[in-house]
């Protein structure tokens, strides 16, 4: 069973830092790219970032470029969200999930409908 287990979310002033972590199981970890995606309440998700674990491609949203980096540690199964000069419009909850890639075709991107596995989310809040 593919499990994603998302951690790292928290209350943050606006300008400050977070690093969300997520670890997967149950799959292979080099053929996938694993992607954070958030939602705020009554908004649609969208799509953050992804990074392919086997060749480093990542995909970053616009309004996240500079801000945020993706990063994947394969001896431990896995991919982390750096977080940093937080803006309230970051709050939502952010889930990871799991695309399978090698071998694919497919381009690392943000595309939700790309992804078949998926975590629970993490709550981040960024305040004023």
């Known amino acids: 069973e593919v499990q994603l287990q998302a951690s790292g979310g928290g209350l943050v002033q606006a300008g400050g830092s977070l690093r969300l972590s997520c670890a997967a199981s149950g799959l292979t970890f080099d053929d996938y790219a694993i992607g954070w995606f958030r939602q705020d309440p009554g908004k649609e998700r969208e799509g953050v970032s992804s990074?392919?674990?086997?060749?480093?491609?990542?995909y970053y949203a616009d309004s996240v470029k500079g801000r945020f980096a993706i990063s994947s540690d394969n001896a431990k199964n896995t991919v982390y969200l750096h977080m940093s000069s937080l803006k309230p419009e970051d709050t939502g909850v952010y889930y990871c999930?799991?695309?399978?890639?090698?071998?694919?075709?497919?381009?690392?991107?943000?595309?939700?409908?790309?992804?078949?596995?998926w975590g629970q989310g993490t709550l981040v809040t960024v305040s004023s």
């Open positions: 990074i392919s674990t086997s060749d480093g491609s990542t």
């Open positions: 999930a799991a695309m399978w890639y090698v071998g694919s075709g497919r381009v690392v991107g943000g595309d939700e409908a790309d992804m078949e596995h």
